[in-house]
Protein backbone atom coordinates (compact mmCIF):
# COMPACT_ATOMS: atom_id res chain seq x y z
CA UNK A 1 0.00 0.00 0.00
CA UNK A 2 1.21 3.55 -0.82
CA UNK A 3 0.43 6.83 0.94
CA UNK A 4 2.25 10.07 0.89
CA UNK A 5 3.00 12.23 4.02
CA UNK A 6 4.23 15.66 3.49
CA UNK A 7 4.69 15.15 -0.06
CA UNK A 8 7.06 11.90 0.21
CA UNK A 9 5.45 8.71 -0.93
CA UNK A 10 5.68 5.71 1.88
CA UNK A 11 5.08 2.27 1.14
CA UNK A 12 3.06 -0.35 3.79
CA UNK A 13 3.02 -3.75 3.47
CA UNK A 14 3.17 -6.99 5.74
CA UNK A 15 6.28 -9.50 5.75
CA UNK A 16 7.22 -12.85 7.63
CA UNK A 17 4.73 -11.56 10.42
CA UNK A 18 5.76 -8.10 10.62
CA UNK A 19 4.41 -4.72 9.21
CA UNK A 20 7.17 -2.33 7.47
CA UNK A 21 6.53 1.11 7.04
CA UNK A 22 8.84 2.91 4.93
CA UNK A 23 9.65 6.10 3.35
CA UNK A 24 10.26 5.74 -0.18
CA UNK A 25 11.98 8.96 -0.23
CA UNK A 26 10.50 9.97 -2.83
CA UNK A 27 7.81 12.34 -4.56
CA UNK A 28 7.34 10.06 -7.77
CA UNK A 29 4.56 7.22 -7.22
CA UNK A 30 5.99 5.77 -9.53
CA UNK A 31 9.29 5.31 -7.90
CA UNK A 32 7.61 4.78 -4.91
CA UNK A 33 6.39 1.92 -6.34
CA UNK A 34 9.57 0.20 -7.58
CA UNK A 35 10.94 1.40 -4.23
CA UNK A 36 8.25 -0.98 -2.23
CA UNK A 37 8.80 -3.66 -5.13
CA UNK A 38 12.40 -3.78 -4.48
CA UNK A 39 12.39 -3.86 -0.64
CA UNK A 40 10.02 -7.06 -0.76
CA UNK A 41 12.08 -8.56 -3.06
CA UNK A 42 15.18 -8.08 -1.40
CA UNK A 43 13.73 -9.98 2.11
CA UNK A 44 12.89 -12.42 0.06
CA UNK A 45 16.27 -12.79 -1.71
CA UNK A 46 17.48 -12.82 2.33
CA UNK A 47 15.20 -16.00 3.12
CA UNK A 48 16.37 -17.83 0.17
CA UNK A 49 20.14 -17.51 1.07
CA UNK A 50 19.73 -18.79 4.78
CA UNK A 51 18.74 -22.25 5.98
CA UNK A 52 14.78 -22.82 6.40
CA UNK A 53 14.86 -22.59 10.28
CA UNK A 54 16.21 -18.85 10.62
CA UNK A 55 13.69 -17.95 8.29
CA UNK A 56 13.72 -13.99 9.13
CA UNK A 57 12.25 -13.38 12.60
CA UNK A 58 11.47 -9.95 14.54
CA UNK A 59 13.81 -9.12 17.18
CA UNK A 60 11.30 -8.94 19.71
CA UNK A 61 10.67 -12.34 18.88
CA UNK A 62 14.00 -13.75 18.57
CA UNK A 63 14.76 -11.90 21.98
CA UNK A 64 11.98 -13.59 23.87
CA UNK A 65 13.47 -16.99 21.90
CA UNK A 66 16.72 -16.09 22.99
CA UNK A 67 16.21 -15.93 27.20
CA UNK A 68 14.12 -19.24 26.48
CA UNK A 69 17.74 -20.99 25.15
CA UNK A 70 19.74 -19.80 27.15
CA UNK A 71 17.72 -20.40 30.56
CA UNK A 72 19.28 -23.47 31.11
CA UNK A 73 22.99 -22.73 30.93
CA UNK A 74 23.25 -19.27 32.73
CA UNK A 75 23.11 -18.11 36.24
CA UNK A 76 20.30 -16.68 37.75
CA UNK A 77 22.57 -13.62 38.06
CA UNK A 78 24.18 -13.87 34.29
CA UNK A 79 20.31 -14.52 32.82
CA UNK A 80 18.84 -11.40 34.86
CA UNK A 81 21.31 -9.42 33.13
CA UNK A 82 20.56 -10.83 29.87
CA UNK A 83 17.09 -9.78 30.27
CA UNK A 84 17.77 -6.59 31.16
CA UNK A 85 20.23 -5.68 28.27
CA UNK A 86 17.18 -7.49 26.38
CA UNK A 87 13.82 -5.62 27.30
CA UNK A 88 15.40 -2.26 29.16
CA UNK A 89 17.76 -1.69 26.21
CA UNK A 90 17.97 -3.29 22.84
CA UNK A 91 14.33 -4.19 22.48
CA UNK A 92 13.48 -0.37 22.36
CA UNK A 93 15.81 0.41 19.55
CA UNK A 94 15.42 -2.88 17.59
CA UNK A 95 12.50 -4.63 18.88
CA UNK A 96 10.00 -3.90 15.71
CA UNK A 97 13.50 -4.86 13.16
CA UNK A 98 13.93 -7.91 11.95
CA UNK A 99 17.16 -9.41 12.72
CA UNK A 100 18.38 -9.51 8.74
CA UNK A 101 17.82 -5.98 8.50
CA UNK A 102 20.18 -5.14 11.33
CA UNK A 103 23.32 -2.78 9.62
CA UNK A 104 26.46 -2.10 11.46
CA UNK A 105 25.00 1.48 11.24
CA UNK A 106 22.41 0.90 13.30
CA UNK A 107 24.78 -0.62 16.00
CA UNK A 108 26.63 2.33 16.14
CA UNK A 109 23.94 4.40 16.28
CA UNK A 110 22.50 2.59 19.07
CA UNK A 111 26.29 3.03 20.80
CA UNK A 112 26.03 6.99 20.24
CA UNK A 113 22.92 7.08 21.82
CA UNK A 114 23.77 4.78 24.73
CA UNK A 115 26.90 6.82 25.49
CA UNK A 116 24.77 10.19 25.13
CA UNK A 117 22.89 8.49 27.90
CA UNK A 118 25.53 8.30 30.28
CA UNK A 119 25.78 4.38 30.08
CA UNK A 120 29.82 3.25 30.55
CA UNK A 121 31.25 1.81 27.71
CA UNK A 122 31.72 -1.52 29.55
CA UNK A 123 27.94 -1.40 30.13
CA UNK A 124 27.15 -0.84 26.30
CA UNK A 125 29.58 -3.81 25.18
CA UNK A 126 28.08 -6.21 27.30
CA UNK A 127 24.34 -5.08 25.52
CA UNK A 128 25.61 -5.00 22.20
CA UNK A 129 27.41 -8.72 23.38
CA UNK A 130 24.42 -9.97 23.74
CA UNK A 131 22.69 -8.63 20.45
CA UNK A 132 26.19 -10.03 18.99
CA UNK A 133 25.01 -13.45 20.77
CA UNK A 134 21.76 -13.30 19.20
CA UNK A 135 22.26 -12.51 15.42
CA UNK A 136 25.22 -15.22 15.76
CA UNK A 137 22.83 -17.89 16.63
CA UNK A 138 21.01 -17.25 13.55
CA UNK A 139 23.89 -16.86 11.57
CA UNK A 140 23.73 -13.62 10.42
CA UNK A 141 26.85 -12.22 12.32
CA UNK A 142 29.63 -13.05 10.55
CA UNK A 143 28.69 -10.75 7.52
CA UNK A 144 28.11 -7.62 10.24
CA UNK A 145 31.44 -8.42 12.32
CA UNK A 146 33.86 -6.60 10.40
CA UNK A 147 32.43 -3.37 10.95
CA UNK A 148 31.29 -3.61 14.08
CA UNK A 149 33.39 -2.15 16.75
CA UNK A 150 33.34 -2.37 20.47
CA UNK A 151 33.94 0.37 22.77
CA UNK A 152 36.98 0.81 24.28
CA UNK A 153 35.95 0.54 28.04
CA UNK A 154 38.37 0.09 31.06
CA UNK A 155 38.77 -3.44 32.54
CA UNK A 156 39.07 -3.40 36.26
CA UNK A 157 42.00 -5.63 37.13
CA UNK A 158 41.02 -5.52 41.29
CA UNK A 159 43.87 -5.82 43.50
CA UNK A 160 44.90 -8.46 46.23
CA UNK A 161 44.72 -7.63 50.21
CA UNK A 162 48.45 -7.12 52.05
CA UNK A 163 48.07 -8.95 55.44
CA UNK A 164 47.49 -6.05 57.13
CA UNK A 165 44.54 -5.07 55.50
CA UNK A 166 43.15 -8.62 56.08
CA UNK A 167 43.63 -8.26 59.55
CA UNK A 168 41.74 -5.12 60.32
CA UNK A 169 39.09 -5.94 57.84
CA UNK A 170 38.13 -9.39 59.65
CA UNK A 171 38.41 -7.79 62.74
CA UNK A 172 36.03 -5.01 61.76
CA UNK A 173 33.90 -8.22 60.17
CA UNK A 174 33.60 -9.71 63.56
CA UNK A 175 32.51 -6.80 65.11
CA UNK A 176 29.56 -6.66 62.28
CA UNK A 177 25.64 -6.63 63.18
CA UNK A 178 25.64 -9.25 60.54
CA UNK A 179 26.57 -12.32 61.54
CA UNK A 180 26.89 -13.85 58.51
CA UNK A 181 29.89 -11.37 57.04
CA UNK A 182 32.76 -12.50 59.03
CA UNK A 183 32.68 -16.86 58.02
CA UNK A 184 31.64 -15.21 54.34
CA UNK A 185 34.63 -13.10 54.03
CA UNK A 186 37.03 -15.96 55.18
CA UNK A 187 35.49 -18.33 52.95
CA UNK A 188 36.19 -15.92 50.36
CA UNK A 189 39.82 -15.27 51.47
CA UNK A 190 40.49 -18.63 52.03
CA UNK A 191 38.58 -20.30 48.69
CA UNK A 192 38.73 -18.22 46.54
CA UNK A 193 34.68 -18.66 45.92
CA UNK A 194 32.71 -16.06 44.42
CA UNK A 195 30.02 -13.70 46.14
CA UNK A 196 27.35 -15.79 44.49
CA UNK A 197 28.48 -19.21 44.86
CA UNK A 198 29.07 -18.38 48.72
CA UNK A 199 25.53 -17.55 49.08
CA UNK A 200 23.72 -20.10 47.49
CA UNK A 201 25.59 -22.42 49.45
CA UNK A 202 23.47 -25.38 51.09
CA UNK A 203 24.89 -27.86 53.98
CA UNK A 204 24.64 -30.27 51.96
CA UNK A 205 27.33 -29.46 49.65
CA UNK A 206 29.61 -29.39 52.98
CA UNK A 207 31.79 -32.51 53.73
CA UNK A 208 33.11 -31.37 57.16
CA UNK A 209 34.71 -35.20 57.31
CA UNK A 210 36.20 -34.75 54.25
CA UNK A 211 37.15 -31.12 54.57
CA UNK A 212 35.82 -30.43 50.88
CA UNK A 213 32.83 -28.44 49.63
CA UNK A 214 30.76 -28.37 46.23
CA UNK A 215 29.63 -25.34 44.13
CA UNK A 216 26.31 -25.20 42.93
CA UNK A 217 25.58 -22.09 41.59
CA UNK A 218 28.16 -20.52 39.54
CA UNK A 219 28.42 -17.89 36.92
CA UNK A 220 30.49 -20.11 34.35
CA UNK A 221 29.72 -23.84 33.37
CA UNK A 222 33.00 -25.05 34.44
CA UNK A 223 32.28 -23.45 38.21
CA UNK A 224 29.33 -25.23 38.68
CA UNK A 225 29.90 -28.39 40.41
CA UNK A 226 33.68 -27.66 41.24
CA UNK A 227 35.01 -29.78 44.38
CA UNK A 228 36.97 -27.37 46.46
CA UNK A 229 39.27 -28.39 49.22
CA UNK A 230 38.84 -26.63 53.14
CA UNK A 231 41.58 -25.49 54.27
CA UNK A 232 41.87 -25.18 58.05
CA UNK A 233 40.88 -21.51 58.42
CA UNK A 234 37.89 -21.85 55.64
CA UNK A 235 36.81 -25.34 58.28
CA UNK A 236 37.28 -23.14 61.01
CA UNK A 237 34.58 -20.42 59.72
CA UNK A 238 32.23 -23.35 58.38
CA UNK A 239 32.58 -25.45 61.92
CA UNK A 240 32.09 -22.64 64.11
CA UNK A 241 29.21 -20.79 61.72
CA UNK A 242 27.55 -24.49 61.60
CA UNK A 243 27.20 -24.49 65.57
CA UNK A 244 24.66 -21.31 65.23
CA UNK A 245 22.28 -24.15 63.46
CA UNK A 246 21.92 -27.30 65.62
CA UNK A 247 18.75 -28.38 63.61
CA UNK A 248 19.99 -27.80 60.13
CA UNK A 249 19.56 -30.10 57.24
CA UNK A 250 21.05 -30.92 54.28
CA UNK A 251 18.51 -28.43 51.63
CA UNK A 252 18.78 -25.47 54.16
CA UNK A 253 20.96 -22.67 53.33
CA UNK A 254 24.49 -21.87 54.95
CA UNK A 255 23.78 -18.15 54.87
CA UNK A 256 20.04 -18.07 55.66
CA UNK A 257 17.98 -15.05 55.71
CA UNK A 258 18.44 -13.33 59.15
CA UNK A 259 16.61 -9.89 60.89
CA UNK A 260 17.81 -7.96 63.80
CA UNK A 261 16.10 -7.57 66.26
CA UNK A 262 15.91 -2.94 67.27
CA UNK A 263 18.15 -3.57 69.72
CA UNK A 264 20.90 -4.83 67.17
CA UNK A 265 24.01 -6.45 68.31
CA UNK A 266 25.52 -9.64 66.58
CA UNK A 267 24.76 -12.13 69.17
CA UNK A 268 22.16 -14.50 68.47
CA UNK A 269 20.17 -13.50 71.29
CA UNK A 270 19.54 -9.75 69.12
CA UNK A 271 18.05 -12.06 66.21
CA UNK A 272 14.79 -13.18 65.22
CA UNK A 273 13.26 -14.18 62.19
CA UNK A 274 15.75 -17.00 61.33
CA UNK A 275 14.21 -18.55 57.94
CA UNK A 276 16.76 -21.40 57.19
CA UNK A 277 14.91 -22.27 53.74
CA UNK A 278 15.56 -18.83 52.55
CA UNK A 279 19.45 -17.56 51.14
CA UNK A 280 20.73 -14.06 53.16
CA UNK A 281 19.38 -11.47 50.28
CA UNK A 282 22.63 -9.38 50.88
CA UNK A 283 25.40 -8.69 52.62
CA UNK A 284 26.31 -5.00 51.03
CA UNK A 285 25.42 -2.60 53.76
CA UNK A 286 27.32 -5.11 56.69
CA UNK A 287 30.21 -5.13 53.73
CA UNK A 288 30.50 -1.39 52.98
CA UNK A 289 30.30 -0.97 56.97
CA UNK A 290 33.09 -2.94 57.82
CA UNK A 291 35.39 -1.65 54.60
CA UNK A 292 34.70 2.05 56.29
CA UNK A 293 35.54 1.18 59.95
CA UNK A 294 39.09 -0.92 58.97
CA UNK A 295 39.55 1.59 56.13
CA UNK A 296 40.31 -0.56 53.60
CA UNK A 297 39.05 0.15 50.13
CA UNK A 298 38.32 -2.78 47.92
CA UNK A 299 35.62 -5.11 46.42
CA UNK A 300 34.01 -8.18 48.04
CA UNK A 301 35.23 -9.72 44.57
CA UNK A 302 38.87 -8.76 45.42
CA UNK A 303 39.00 -11.08 48.10
CA UNK A 304 38.83 -13.54 45.35
CA UNK A 305 41.81 -11.61 43.60
CA UNK A 306 43.26 -11.82 47.13
CA UNK A 307 43.32 -16.02 47.16
CA UNK A 308 44.31 -16.21 43.65
CA UNK A 309 47.57 -13.77 43.59
CA UNK A 310 48.70 -15.71 47.29
CA UNK A 311 48.02 -18.96 45.40
CA UNK A 312 50.22 -17.87 42.12
CA UNK A 313 52.96 -16.10 44.19
CA UNK A 314 53.58 -19.71 46.34
CA UNK A 315 53.85 -21.48 42.93
CA UNK A 316 51.02 -23.46 42.53
CA UNK A 317 50.27 -24.44 39.26
CA UNK A 318 48.00 -22.60 36.80
CA UNK A 319 45.82 -25.53 35.79
CA UNK A 320 45.42 -26.34 39.87
CA UNK A 321 44.48 -22.76 40.49
CA UNK A 322 41.86 -23.28 37.42
CA UNK A 323 40.22 -26.02 39.05
CA UNK A 324 39.96 -24.35 42.22
CA UNK A 325 38.85 -20.96 40.90
CA UNK A 326 35.87 -22.34 38.50
CA UNK A 327 37.84 -21.47 35.03
CA UNK A 328 37.44 -23.05 32.35
CA UNK A 329 40.66 -24.44 29.83
CA UNK A 330 39.91 -21.35 27.26
CA UNK A 331 40.47 -18.69 29.43
CA UNK A 332 42.76 -20.08 32.26
CA UNK A 333 45.76 -17.91 30.72
CA UNK A 334 43.32 -14.36 30.33
CA UNK A 335 42.32 -15.07 34.13
CA UNK A 336 45.66 -15.29 35.32
CA UNK A 337 46.58 -12.15 34.04
CA UNK A 338 43.55 -10.78 35.57
CA UNK A 339 43.90 -11.98 38.77
CA UNK A 340 47.61 -12.20 39.26
CA UNK A 341 48.85 -9.41 40.89
CA UNK A 342 52.56 -11.01 41.47
CA UNK A 343 54.74 -9.09 43.74
CA UNK A 344 58.37 -7.83 42.70
CA UNK A 345 60.00 -10.32 45.39
CA UNK A 346 57.96 -13.19 43.69
CA UNK A 347 59.30 -12.22 40.45
CA UNK A 348 62.64 -11.45 41.23
CA UNK A 349 62.76 -14.93 42.94
CA UNK A 350 61.57 -16.77 39.83
CA UNK A 351 63.94 -14.75 37.43
CA UNK A 352 66.38 -15.83 39.93
CA UNK A 353 65.64 -19.61 39.04
CA UNK A 354 67.35 -19.05 35.33
CA UNK A 355 70.45 -18.15 36.55
CA UNK A 356 71.90 -20.97 38.70
CA UNK A 357 75.69 -22.06 39.07
CA UNK A 358 74.94 -25.25 37.01
CA UNK A 359 72.01 -25.17 34.65
CA UNK A 360 69.56 -28.78 34.40
CA UNK A 361 71.52 -29.73 31.38
CA UNK A 362 74.83 -29.98 33.64
CA UNK A 363 76.75 -27.02 31.97
CA UNK A 364 78.73 -24.79 34.67
CA UNK A 365 77.79 -21.03 34.55
CA UNK A 366 80.22 -20.43 37.68
CA UNK A 367 83.15 -18.68 35.32
CA UNK A 368 80.58 -16.85 33.12
CA UNK A 369 80.58 -13.96 35.24
CA UNK A 370 84.51 -13.80 35.26
CA UNK A 371 84.99 -14.30 31.35
CA UNK A 372 81.97 -11.36 30.88
CA UNK A 373 84.07 -8.99 32.97
CA UNK A 374 87.20 -10.02 30.68
CA UNK A 375 85.17 -9.59 27.40
CA UNK A 376 83.94 -5.94 28.71
CA UNK A 377 87.09 -4.88 29.67
CA UNK A 378 89.09 -5.57 26.16
Excluded at 205 to 231: E, W, Y
Aim: positive net charge; proline residues 4%; aromatic residues 6%.
Amino acid sequence: MLYQRGGIWWFKFRFAGGVFRESAKTSSKTLARRAERKRHESLEEAVHGIKKRLAPVLFAAAAAEWLIFKQPSLAEKSLRIERTNLEKHLRPVFGGMLLLDITPSDIAAYQRARLAEQAAPKTINLEIGTLRAMLRRHRLWADLQPDVKMLPADTEVGRALTAEEERVLTEQCSKSRSRALLPSVLLALHTGMRRGEIQSLRWGQIDFLGARLTVGQSKTAAGRGRGIPLNGSALAALTTWATNFPGRQPEHWVFAAERYGVSGGRHPASTYAIDPTRPLKSLKTAWASAKEAAGVACRFHDLRHTACTRLIERGVPLPVIASVLGWSAATTVRMARRYGHISADAQQRAMATLSPSTSAEGVDYSGVGTKLGTVAGR
